[in-house]
């Protein structure tokens, strides 16, 4: 069973945003004080080579030897949420997280976790922070700490981890990861890019309705024409096509 990510997905929202460049430059580069275009863009970018990753990597086919890779995948998995989550809240102006507090992908997880505070747990026991854990059964404990054995077969699911505590008489725990639970849990967040796309699409489609119904009074000398032009030109796409012929018919290239 190979994991497969359907990459039309992340080129279709990347090709949405170069059909309409202008606007969504023009919305995000300095929205709110913030320029958003720079995380869309990253995002974009880090999202398309993570998918590709994940698409030429295997993960049910990984030996016992590869430890390595499985936490090569998981942070790739990790990219792409925190990317697509990114990309939520520029878009959608929302600061809430998506599916936060959604545990249908790892429902039987030891610790009673979310999905996503156990995917981060899966992750940091897997090759993030081995040897620098919190104690998942007593959250909040600052001097409770837990240590992670390499990856094997020995224990639960497909690979797992001997979590050891820092207690002389404290218990070991087996963490066991589920490649299926995994890969259910990436699509969810990567399978949401078509709701950002149509998103974007429907912001860019409100803004053209929203200026068509603007008038304004063109009037007075053909110079002080071509200043009002200029001005409601920075209120749709600011254009450095239009600024720039507005700037030859004014005389002032220089």
């Known amino acids: ?25 023009f919305k995000y580069r300095n929205n709110n004080n913030k320029n958003q275009w720079n995380c869309i863009c990253s995002a974009m970018d880090w999202i398309e080579v993570s998918a590709n990753y994940i698409c030429s990597h295997d993960i049910f086919s990984l030996g016992i030897d590869q430890g390595i890779e499985l936490y090569a995948f998981l942070s790739s998995v990790d990219i792409i949420v925190e990317a697509v989550e990114q990309l939520h809240r520029v878009i959608f102006a929302e600061n809430k997280k998506i599916f936060a507090d959604d545990n249908n992908c790892f429902p039987d997880n030891p610790f009673g976790q979310n999905d996503r505070v156990y995917f981060k747990e899966l992750r940091a026991c897997f090759g993030a922070h081995p040897v620098r854990l919190d104690d998942p059964e007593e959250p909040g404990n600052k001097s409770a700490k837990r ?61 053209c309705e929203e200026k068509k119904q603007e008038r304004f009074t063109c009037f007075g000398t053909p110079l002080e024409r071509l200043v009002i032009l200029k001005g409601e ?19 002032y290239c220089g």
Request: proline share 2%; hydrophobic share 35%; glycine share 4%.
């Open 147 to 207: 240590f992670a054995s390499w990856p094997s077969r020995i224990g639960n699911g497909d690979f797992s981890v001997i979590l050891y505590s820092n207690r002389v008489d404290g218990r070991n725990i087996n963490l066991g990861i589920e490649f299926k639970q995994l890969v259910q849990f990436l699509n969810k967040y990567y399978s949401y890019l078509p709701v950002l796309t149509e998103a974007l699409d429907l912001q860019y489609h409100n803004f």
């Open 233 to 251: 030109s920075k209120k749709r796409l600011n254009n450095d096509y239009y600024n720039h012929s507005w700037a030859e018919s004014c005389g």
């Open 1 to 25: 069973m190979r994991t497969m990510l359907d990459l039309k997905l992340i080129a279709d929202f990347r090709n949405k945003v170069n059909d309409n460049l202008s606007w969504c430059f």
